[in-house]
């Protein structure tokens, strides 16, 4: 049967003050009135039946998470003790499906992304589903045609196409720099794709997988997997899972998976329109601007001789005034207050960590 699973355990500092870690972004409904996770929810509606959709994060936020997502139950959460990242955060959630159903095929995503339109994200992801069902060895991942040369994204070097439409992953490349992102977007999209961070694969095969490139952490979860349905399976992860390294499904698996001619790893693009939303730029391209350029969310603007900036705002009421501004962000959330240039804000999170520093925890 088919299955999915959304990671929704970021603590998404880069867009501080409004994410905090008592409320991470992907559960702000700041995109038009819905969270980031509510829309990764939806957007799985036609291709995974409601039942079979899983989401894998924090326990703290288990509340949150059924209050956010209309038609969540709370048996199909995956509450991590402790965030761990990526790889351990599969392999726990591979795990719990591989106990529901042995012969799982699940496809994972992120609760950080804005992908349109969905029709064309449905139809591909039913091709990843479409080739682990003929072939359970293999790990599918997606990438996305780029649109121009970013640094902001990790890329997937490819090999040859397959005969069912996807491409060999020959490699997984980190975050470029700029000489290096325009020889990939140069080369084209038959040669390099964005790094998505979504996946299909049988849930026993990346187990298996795990066991072979994280010998130490297997350990954990087969120790997990024995005291499954029974008292002790609580008491198990509670003492497993903080001895876990963190460590992304990227650098765990998947690229020392693709590095090896034993192991089968293949790539489907998505053509949709895709955006990863994480950091406050980013947020911005998902409002509609003004012909100055600017943009706003939740927030009584008053823009002055001011062009491409983006105001957001918790509080409807509140008045934010720019007057000769450009290019600046600024965020109002509850009791705090950020204004930084567009082209610092992926340094925001540096701000967060010293308002906690001098303010107090509440502030992170």
């Excluded at 509510?38 to 509340?63: I, K, Q």
């Excluded at 720099?177 to 794709?193: C, K, V, W």
Aim: a neutral charge; one cysteine or more; charged letters at 25%.
């Amino acid at each position: 049967m088919r299955y999915a699973v959304i990671l929704a355990g970021g603590s998404g500092t880069r867009l501080w003050p409004m994410s905090r870690d008592r409320m991470p972004k992907q559960l702000i409904p700041f995109i038009d009135g819905k969270s980031l996770l509510r829309l990764a929810y939806e957007r799985l509606e036609g291709l995974v039946d409601d039942n079979r959709r899983y989401v894998c994060a924090s326990r703290s936020l288990r509340e949150h998470l059924l209050r956010g997502v209309p038609g969540l139950h709370p048996e199909r959460i995956i509450a991590e003790p402790m965030g761990r990242d990526t790889a351990n955060a599969l392999a726990y959630s591979c795990l719990v499906l591989s106990h529901v159903d042995p012969d799982a095929v699940v496809a994972v995503f992120t609760a950080d992304h804005i992908i349109r339109p969905e029709s064309e994200f449905r139809e591909t992801i039913r091709k990843g589903f479409q080739t682990v069902e003929k072939a359970p060895a293999t790990l599918v991942t997606f990438g996305v045609k780029p649109t121009h040369p970013a640094t902001g994204y990790g890329y997937l070097q490819l090999g040859n196409q397959r005969p069912d439409g996807s491409w060999a992953v020959q490699r997984f490349v980190e975050k470029p720099d700029e000489r290096t992102a325009a020889q990939y977007f140069a080369a084209g999209p038959d040669r390099y794709l964005w790094n998505s961070g979504m996946f299909v694969w049988k849930a026993a095969t990346f187990l298996s997988n795990v066991r072979r490139f994280m010998p130490d952490a297997a350990s954990s979860f087969d120790r997990m997997s024995e005291a499954w349905g029974t008292q002790r399976f609580a008491e198990v992860v509670e003492k497993e899972y903080p001895s876990l390294q963190k460590i992304s499904v990227d650098f765990a698996v998947m690229e020392p998976a693709s590095r090896i001619d034993t192991a089968t790893v293949s790539a489907h693009r998505l053509s949709a329109d895709w955006l990863d939303v994480g950091s406050w730029p980013s947020y911005a391209l998902t409002r509609e601007r003004d012909h100055d350029g600017n943009s706003c969310e939740s927030a009584r603007p008053l823009f002055l001789g001011s062009h491409d900036c983006l105001v957001v705002s918790d509080d409807p009421s509140h008045v934010v005034a720019l007057l000769g501004c450009s290019d600046l962000v600024v965020i109002h959330a509850g009791d705090a207050t950020l204004v930084c240039p567009r082209d610092k804000a992926e340094e925001v999170k540096k701000a967060r960590a010293e308002a906690v520093a001098r303010f107090g925890e509440a502030l992170g």
